[in-house]
């Protein structure tokens, strides 16, 4: 469990040192393991990189965060756009990263630029137009560590 984005890379390191493999996971929604479990590095994101700022109509958002939570502290805030996503388990980054959705709304829609750790473990920002989104997939490659989504200034409808 990463206390922030340098323990990520720091076991992403580990894992390649010692030649071992790695799985991010977020709330582990919708995931079965086998019985024998992971034989390498499991990095649970959460607490810790689970940032939350709203700068004018901009949600930055760490992929710890858990997507509900999002979706009401955005709503609270005044701002729409995720708020569909009330009811979508798991967490930012997954969310991101499998372009999540739900009642007709998906993070492609909101999502401007997400910064993430590739795979030459190099750290990395890209911006919407580099990200390529389809149905439950994206073209992200390695791990999201953080996001920005452009929100509507109107407050939801309830």
């Known amino acids: ?12 390191e580990l ?6 493999p790695w799985l991010v996971i977020g709330l582990g929604s919708n995931m079965l393991v086998k019985d024998g479990g992971f034989p390498g ?4 994101m959460g607490k810790g990189l689970d940032r939350f700022e709203m700068k004018g109509a901009t949600a930055i958002v760490g992929a710890g965060m858990p997507t509900p939570i999002l979706a009401r ?3 609270e805030a005044g701002f729409a756009g995720v708020e569909r996503f009330l009811g979508v388990p ?9 372009n999540a959705g739900c009642h007709g709304a998906e ?3 909101v999502v401007t630029e997400s910064h993430g750790d590739g795979p030459a473990r190099k750290v990395k920002q890209l911006s919407r137009k580099q990200i390529s989104f ?3 997939s994206s073209n992200l490659e390695g791990i999201v560590l953080e996001a920005k989504l452009v929100l509507a200034k109107n407050p939801p409808r309830s």
């Open 1 to 12: 469990m990463p206390a922030d984005t340098e323990d990520v890379v720091r076991a992403l």
């Open 107 to 109: 993070f492609a829609e």
């Open 73 to 75: 502290r955005t709503a």
């Open 15 to 20: 894992a390649q040192d010692r030649g071992l």
């Open 41 to 44: 590095v499991v990095i649970r």
């Open 90 to 98: 798991g967490s930012v980054g997954g969310g991101i990263y499998m």
């Open 134 to 136: 389809k149905y439950r």
